[in-house]
């Protein structure tokens, strides 16, 4: 029987990019790879970016250079945020031999099959224009929490901010598919779920829906789980969310 190729996960920023690093980290492990710490040798290297800080830009950079410390000749993916606004300047490192953006980097395993194929590095980043579906994530921190992905995007352009630009408009999932996930996550003995995506007061702009119906609806189910909110800006956590959750079972 051959021995499983290894992969390791590097994340940085959000909680959001730790849901979305356990989607791409289950998608390898469908594939028979076998998952180990970043720190030990692997033959392929998946770095999950931020970009909202020069901090975070040079955390990434590190991590690739710690990569190729570990193991001289793996192969080293970088996804994400930083991918989607520098993949012009990771390709030109030398260092990186996939690049994948916002809405590539789910797509990776096609990605890296394509480039053991070629042997010739992979740059993949769509306009963000392009980035309008989403895309289901979770993740479990512990063996009663979990992260679970419910929007994606942000409208609000504000002039300091990158995240629009990385991430793309408001978007998010239909309350009934939020609500099968909610009842699988407790099924596996989770307890606690906490809310995530980067502007989570604006859930619903693409479903026609809102936050308060999804809070409501959450509610109703027949568990024992623990909602918690994450990523919510002040203006959008109004008074009827408020006096909701005070008297919510």
Avoid: W
Avoid at 227 to 243: K, V, Y
């Amino acid at each position: 029987m051959p021995t499983p190729r290894k992969v390791a996960f590097a994340t940085l920023g959000c909680k959001l990019n730790y849901a979305e690093t356990s989607a791409i980290a289950r998608k390898f492990a469908d594939e028979g790879y076998q998952r180990t710490p970043f720190s030990q040798k692997a033959d392929i290297y998946v770095i999950n970016t931020c970009t909202v800080t020069q901090a975070a830009d040079k955390k990434c950079r590190n991590l690739i250079n710690k990569a190729l410390r570990n193991k001289p000749g793996a192969i080293v993916a970088v996804v994400g945020c930083y991918a989607q606004l520098r993949s012009k300047e990771l390709a030109e490192s030398g260092k990186v031999d996939i690049v994948l953006g916002t809405k590539e980097k789910f797509d990776i395993l096609h990605y890296l099959q394509e480039f053991e194929t070629g042997r010739q590095n992979i740059i993949q980043t769509c306009t963000i224009e392009q980035v309008n579906e989403f895309l289901p994530a979770s993740s479990v921190s512990d063996r009663t929490r979990a992260f679970l992905k419910i929007q994606d995007g942000c409208d609000y352009k504000c002039s300091y901010c990158t995240v629009p630009l990385a991430r793309g408009r408001s978007r998010n999932e239909p309350i009934s598919e939020i609500v099968q996930q909610v009842n699988e996550l407790t099924r596996h003995g989770i307890r606690e779920i906490v809310l995530t995506g980067v502007n989570i007061g604006d859930f619903g702009k693409s479903t026609g829906e809102t936050f308060f119906d999804l809070i409501r609806e959450l509610d109703k189910t027949e568990t024992q789980v623990r909602f918690r909110i994450s990523s919510i800006e002040p203006n959008l956590l109004t008074d009827e969310i408020i006096d909701f959750i005070a008297n919510s079972n």
